[in-house]
């Protein structure tokens, strides 16, 4: 099954659960629009190469379109359509006026120079100019692309449009109107919905286990996040490998570890023992952090899934079969457009912040993001309860409604 099909079961769960008018359910199902672009570099040794990228506009139903950039080499259309789709149910759960929007490139990272980069990112954003902006389609970041990678994205598209732009794109460096907390922000967002889980479980969060897939921006933050909350990291991977502890593993000690290591990666890290990268979600732990990519957890691996809450960091890491796996087996997921909320949460706090040109402090932007992000836990957590459907289903539910009633009142069904 495809990754559009497969993102289409839980949406008509809830589309059958809360007889949304199938007119309404039409609209959601299919991207606005969709745009594929060749972006010719001249590389270091004086060749050309030509890449592909993509960018989508799955809705601009409840305002203009948000979501991240990928540079990958797995990237593909129907990827970023389903990406896409994903922001559109994320910001209507968390009630930001955006729609659903997502890009990529197809592309190794790890084999271009700084210089390949740079122009490989600003010639996608010369392609891609005609579509995206401050009211129509605003990108971040998202796998493999980073503040710097923003940064030049900004500086590109404010070349093109002949002013400062700061506002067309969010994950900015703070010099170039970034917010405080924005890097932190997907993590965050990660562990207070993890926070709230435990609650609803009646467990402890001090000496609570974890273990966390992914090292990259969400994983590491959730990581070092949880670990402030008092959590301990058992296991923790990357697409290199990964390591465990018992006794738990210090991420912010792991961070100074892969700032140095080779590719960046946890693997040889000095306090943890090496363990197969796969049996970090196998491990028996109060909470599974997927924060890596989609299809991780499979009807293959979804039986030896031994949690007690899985929190998703990423997007799409769960098949829909393994999720009936696991709604079988009694473990309480926290769907990724709830639980990875946060950073698009922050990026709109960005965005409202470049509006303005006025500047919030770290405090506030945190405690804005964690009441939002309570509420928007509160608001699933009472639907599923209503509905009697797990909280995946419960959160397209949540989706669907503010979709619903914003479809209405501009007439479109
Ligand atoms: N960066 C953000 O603000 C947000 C990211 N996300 C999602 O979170 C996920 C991770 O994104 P980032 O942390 O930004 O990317 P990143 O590129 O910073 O990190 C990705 C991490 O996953 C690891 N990884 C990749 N494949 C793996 C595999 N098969 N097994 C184990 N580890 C693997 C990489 O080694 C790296 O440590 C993606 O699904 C992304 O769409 C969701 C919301 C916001
Ligand atoms: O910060 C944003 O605008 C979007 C982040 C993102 O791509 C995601 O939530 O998947």
Redesign the pocket.
């Known amino acids: 099954m495809g990754l559009i099909e497969q993102s289409m079961i839980p949406l008509n769960k809830a589309i059958k659960a809360m007889k949304l008018d199938p007119g309404a359910a039409a609209i959601i199902a299919v991207p606005e629009k969709t745009t594929e672009v060749h972006i010719p570099v001249k590389m270091d040794n004086g060749k050309v190469q030509v890449f592909t990228g993509y960018r989508c506009q799955h809705s601009t139903i409840m305002g203009p379109a948000k979501g991240?950039v990928?540079y990958h080499t797995a990237v593909n259309m129907d990827e970023v359509k389903t990406?896409a789709f994903w922001m559109t149910c994320k910001c209507a759960v968390a009630g930001l006026p955006y729609g659903g929007g997502k890009g990529g490139i197809i592309v190794d990272v790890t084999k271009l120079s700084e210089r390949e980069l740079e122009a490989l990112t600003r010639g996608y954003i010369d392609k891609i100019a005609g579509v995206i902006g401050e009211k129509k389609d605003i990108p971040?970041?998202?796998?493999?692309t980073?503040a710097k990678i923003m940064g030049w994205m900004m500086d590109e598209y404010s070349k093109i449009t002949g002013q400062y732009e700061p506002g067309f794109i969010t994950?900015k460096d703070i010099s170039v109107g970034g917010s405080l907390g924005r890097t932190a922000?997907?993590g965050r967002g990660v562990v207070t919905a993890a926070l709230e889980a435990l609650k609803v479980k009646g467990m402890k969060v001090k000496g609570a286990t974890a273990a966390v897939?992914?090292?990259?921006?969400?994983?590491s933050w959730t990581a070092k996040l949880a670990f402030d909350e008092g959590m301990k990291i058992v296991a923790i991977?990357?697409?290199?490998g990964?390591i465990a502890n018992k006794k738990g593993i210090d991420p912010y000690k792991l961070a100074e570890y892969t700032a140095t290591s080779k590719g960046h990666?946890v693997v040889g890290y000095p306090d943890a023992d090496p363990i197969d990268?796969e049996l970090?979600l196998e491990q028996k732990v109060d909470v599974l952090f997927p924060?890596?990519?989609?299809n991780?957890i499979t009807k293959d691996n979804a039986k030896k899934i031994k949690a007690t809450i899985i929190c998703e960091?990423?997007?799409?890491?769960t098949t829909p079969e393994a999720d009936e796996i696991l709604d079988k087996k009694g473990i309480f997921v926290v769907p990724?457009i709830l639980a990875?909320g946060g950073?698009?949460t922050v990026s709109y706090f960005e965005w409202v912040q470049n509006l303005y040109r006025f500047f919030w402090s770290e405090e506030e932007v945190k405690n804005r993001q964690i009441d939002m992000m309570v509420k928007a836990f509160k608001e699933v957590y009472d639907l599923t309860l209503e509905y009697k459907v797990p909280m995946r289903v419960a959160a397209y539910i949540a989706a669907l409604k503010r979709l619903a009633v914003a479809m209405k009142f501009r007439g479109m069904y």
């Open positions: 991240g990928r990406l971040a970041p998202d796998m493999n980073n994950g922000a997907t897939q992914g090292f990259g921006n969400v994983g991977s990357d697409v290199y990964a990666s990268k970090v924060c890596a990519m989609e991780q960091g990423a997007n799409g890491p990724d990875n950073g698009v």
